[in-house]
Nanobody
């Protein structure tokens, strides 16, 4: 069982930066693929980024590529999402998720593969 708790959300102006954190419980943190997803008001939740267990492989949605960076600290059971050059369309509730299977660039985008989810943190980007 893995419990995930996100933090770091808030209100920021267009062009600003935020760093989200997701702290996880569990002794096998490094074996989990971790992902970030987001849900904008009135829209479905969508994939943002994912990272392999050891952090050697990452994958990003086209909408955030070059602006967002996912990373992890396995010693501290934490995954991060550094968000730069934020835009109003980045406004959403951001969720982290964990899954214990093997990493691959295709399935890490699928919400259905993730077994554990955090409660979400709100990010609002003002115009």
């Amino acid at each position: 069982q893995v419990q995930l708790v996100e933090s770091g959300g808030g209100l920021v102006q267009t062009g600003g930066s935020l760093r989200l954190s997701c702290a996880a419980s569990g002794r096998t943190f490094s074996s989990y693929v971790l992902g970030w997803f987001r849900q904008a008001p009135g829209k479905e939740r969508v994939f943002v980024a994912a990272i392999s267990g050891r952090g050697s492989r990452t994958y990003y949605a086209d909408s955030v590529k070059g602006r967002f960076t996912i990373s992890r600290d396995n010693a501290n059971n934490t995954v991060y999402l550094q968000m730069n050059s934020l835009k109003p369309e980045d406004t959403a509730v951001y969720y982290c998720a964990a899954e214990g299977g093997a990493y691959d660039d295709y399935t890490v985008r699928l919400q259905s593969r993730y077994d554990y989810w955090g409660q979400g943190t709100q990010v609002t980007v003002s115009a």
